[in-house]
Structure formats: C-alpha cells, structure tokens
C-alpha cells in the first residue's frame, strides 16, 4: 500500500488524490491512515470493509476504529461510510465517497459514559459486565414497555407495519450472536407464529438460498462490523427480502446504518473479548421483537411483557450462586474436556457455555442437544469429562433427567444448574447448583449467567488472560 500510494505521489498534486487513486487498486478489507511527513497538518484516511471514525475536537481531531477508544478526548463522531476517503487537519475533516464527491456525513453525540471503560473494583472486566447484566437489562427495557405492551417504535419508525406482514424470519449472525439467534428461534414460532431460519452469516454467504415471501431479515452483532454479517446484510438487500433490522450495541455502526429497522441493545461499553452482557440484551431484544410481531398479528403476548418486566430482578437472583459456582469451578482446574448439555431453549445456552468455557480457559468443550447423547457422545463419557446440565423445570424435564442418567451410568461427573424445584439431588457423581424458578419463557436468558460465572472462575483457576484470550478480537472486521 505504501509503495503504490508513493509511486501515485508523483502523478498527483496532492496526498488525497494519491490515496483515492490508490484505493481503487486494493482489493480485500482495510482500514487506513496516511499522512507525509514532509507535511504533519494533514492526515488522510480511508474505509473498505473495516470500520473507521473520526472523533472531533476543538484544535483537534481523532482517528480511530472504536468510539471507545476516543472517549477520554471526545464525544463527537464521525462515522466513515463504505469507500470514504477523508482528508483530517487540526480544524477541518473533508470527506469524499467512493466516486470522488465531497459529501456530508452525520454528526452523531455519544451517551457512553466514560467511567464503562473502567473496572472499578472488579478482577476483570469481564466479571464486572457480568454483574452490569440487571442494569443492562433494565436500560434495554427502559421506556419500551407500556402496560401490557412493547413500544413497536423501539425497533424503528416503520416496524409496525412491516411486522404486520411478516411470515418468516430469517435470522444472520456469528459466534456469541448466532447462539441468541438460535433461541429466538423458538420464541418467534411459538409465541409469534411465524417462522424462523438461523444462519451463521459467513455459511449464508456462499450458499444459494431461498427467500420466503414477506421475510424479514435479522442481523445480530455486538458492534455492528462483523464482516461476515455486514457482508451478508447486502447480499441479502440483493435478494428481495422484505425488510432489513439489526439488533445491536452501538449506534451509528454499520449495521445500524444500512439496516431498514435497528433496535440499539444499550447495554454499554463491553470491554471483554468474550462477550456477555451485550448476549442477554440481544436476547432480551429479540424476546421483544416476537411481543412485538406477536400483538401486531393480535396474538396475545402479555405473558412475555409479564416475563420481561421481572427479569432483572431475576438475574440478580442469579448473580447470587457466583461463591458456590467458584467452589465448583475448582474441580475443572486439570481438566481438558467437557460437554454442555441442554434441550429445546436451553439448547443455544449449552452452546453458548461451551463457547465462554472455550474462549476463556482454554478448554475444549463442545453442546449438544441432550437427546443426541445416545447418537454417539456417550462414546466419550468417563470420569475425566465433566458433564454441564442446565436444568429449568419445563416439560423437558423428565426427558433431560433420563438422559442425565445415561451420563450417570457410564461413569460421567455431572454438574447440574436446575430449578430448585426439579428435584436433583447432589451425590458422589452429581453437583447440583440450584436456580430459583423461573418463567420458562426468560430462562434461556437467567440459565445464561451461571454458565458465564463458570467459565470466568475457572479462567481465573487456569491463569488464563480473561478481558482479552489469545488469538481472538472484540470485534470481528475481516473474514
């Protein structure tokens, strides 16, 4: 890049025309920063598929890839759309689009505190959004709840008549964000009547798919950058679908911008690499997406807004267990494999322990649908592989304690986060960890934090690097 942009440097009259040529010539993702050293009062930057910002300031102006990181210096952002070249002095930014043509991006004003960026008296960042997950939840909720009732606006001006219409859903994510999807799933057609499809956005990619009539396409992702996501939005936007909506942490991202509907998560600044409190805000998120797509059909979802309104309440039930998780914990400190077990909702949850579990400690884990124990999983049980449960108390129950008890006879340790009204009982080959009762509608979301606490403490056993693991990136903006 330096090379060609140095070679332009002879045939243009000006840096920022050797760079817009030169962007014409890259292929691939980047964000980039250029300045000459011959003359240090102008930088120029330039957006293909990774994000940039600028960050304005009075004699002064920033550059960086995050807001977060401009926080201390700034509250005013410039968000960089596909293709922009910008030309940045001390006291003015020029931008240009992908033809060459100055245009006007907005101005957007941060509300993130900057105080979010901090670990107060907390280990790790991690383990304090954890615990920021009640309060994260409530400002999701806040001002979106009316009664008996979700506030349809939440999710855009148009979101009233376009989920009048919808008849399919069609959800797109990756990682953490897939997992969320994946619950919606049974929400959106049990509680909606509509049905749903959930894709890993970079398999969606490369895949000849079909579009159901009026489909509503969902992306899901933290920053609204995920490559593979965004990627698979304007494919999709090729397609013929519907409707576009995102549900997402931060406003002005990607997503947001080139998304028809966006319901913004609020969950705040999320500093760990492995994320949690921005997944049970997009669960919440799409919890009410199926009330809101539910009472535009006239079907009755006042028990989901009741379900909702007691959740962070809840949760910090639940953050309670986090002493008897860490005594727990101990026990995986020389282990280096171990299976997470659901069924129906809770399902994506074990899958989602998994992921932390793996992300965090460094240990191989994998979830399965329960029922598929006796398809080939039981061929790994012993005593060496300790066996997470996640147990509510639902019609699934006594199905899950007969395969629980498949695990038992082959000699498996089993760690088991039940409803203290199901009944397991702790023994020489089964740890109970109980939960209080809870709707079954928000348990995916409740049974989501023990399996955070777990794998956080046994991280901390293991001495791995908690906020940030090796080889992996908060936001994924490459392929």
């Not at 057609?189 to 000849?208: D, L, M, T």
């Not at 129906?344 to 124990?373: D, T, V």
């Amino acid at each position: 890049m330096v090379h060609l942009i140095h070679k332009l440097r002879k045939q243009h009259t000006t840096l920022l025309a050797s760079v817009q040529a030169a962007v014409k010539q890259f292929e691939g993702a980047f964000g980039t920063v250029v300045f000459d050293k011959a003359n240090d009062n102008e930088i120029i930057v330039a957006r293909s598929g990774s994000p940039l910002v600028i960050g304005l300031g009075l004699g002064e102006n920033f550059i960086a890839s995050d807001q977060l990181a401009l926080l201390p210096v700034t509250r005013s952002f410039i968000f960089l759309e596909e293709g922009d070249v910008a030309r940045i002095t001390r006291d003015t930014v020029e931008i240009f689009d992908e033809n060459g043509d100055a245009v006007e991006r907005e101005v957007v004003e941060s509300n993130i505190t900057q105080d979010a960026s901090g670990k107060g008296d907390y280990r790790h960042y991690m383990l304090k959004e954890i615990y920021e997950q009640p309060l994260a939840v409530r400002n999701t909720l806040e001002g979106r709840l009316n009664d008996d009732r979700v506030a349809i606006d939440a999710f855009g001006d148009s979101a009233q008549q376009i989920f009048k219409d919808v008849k399919h859903v069609q959800i797109i994510a990756c990682g953490t964000s897939y997992h969320s999807g994946m619950v919606a799933r049974y929400w959106l057609e049990q509680f909606a009547g509509v049905s749903c499809n959930v894709e890993i956005a970079s398999e969606f990619r490369y895949r000849q798919s079909y579009v159901h009539e009026n489909s509503l396409l969902v992306t899901i992702s933290q920053s609204g950058e995920t490559a593979d996501t965004l990627a698979a939005l304007r494919l999709a936007k090729e397609q013929g679908y519907m409707a576009s909506m995102t549900i997402c942490n931060v406003p002005g991202s990607s997503l947001v911008r080139e998304s028809d509907l966006a319901f913004m998560t609020k969950a705040g600044a999320e500093i760990g690499v492995a994320s949690t409190k921005a997944f049970t805000t997009q669960l919440v998120g799409l919890l009410m997406l199926t009330a809101s797509i539910a009472q535009e059909k006239g079907l009755d979802q006042s028990t989901i807004v009741d379900a909702i309104k007691v959740l962070p309440a809840k949760l910090e039930e639940t953050l309670l267990l986090a002493d008897g998780i860490a005594d727990l914990a101990e026990e995986f400190a020389d282990k280096h494999h171990s299976l997470f077990l659901g069924r129906g909702s809770q399902y994506p949850i074990a899958m989602e322990g998994a992921l932390k579990l793996k992300e965090i400690s460094y240990i191989h884990a994998e979830a399965y649908a329960a029922g598929e124990l006796k398809h080939g999983p039981l061929a790994l049980i012993d005593a060496d592989m300790p066996i997470i449960v996640v147990a509510p108390n639902n019609e699934l129950l006594e199905k899950l304690k007969s395969n629980v008890e498949e695990v038992r006879a082959r000699g498996g340790i089993i760690y088991v986060f039940a409803d203290k009204d199901s009944h397991f009982e702790s023994d020489d080959t089964m740890r109970v960890i109980n939960v209080n009762h809870t709707d079954d509608i928000i348990a995916p979301i409740v049974y989501t934090l023990p399996l955070q606490l777990l794998s956080y403490y046994v991280a901390v056993i293991k001495g791995t690097d908690v906020d940030q693991p090796r080889n992996l990136a908060k936001s994924v903006t490459v392929e």
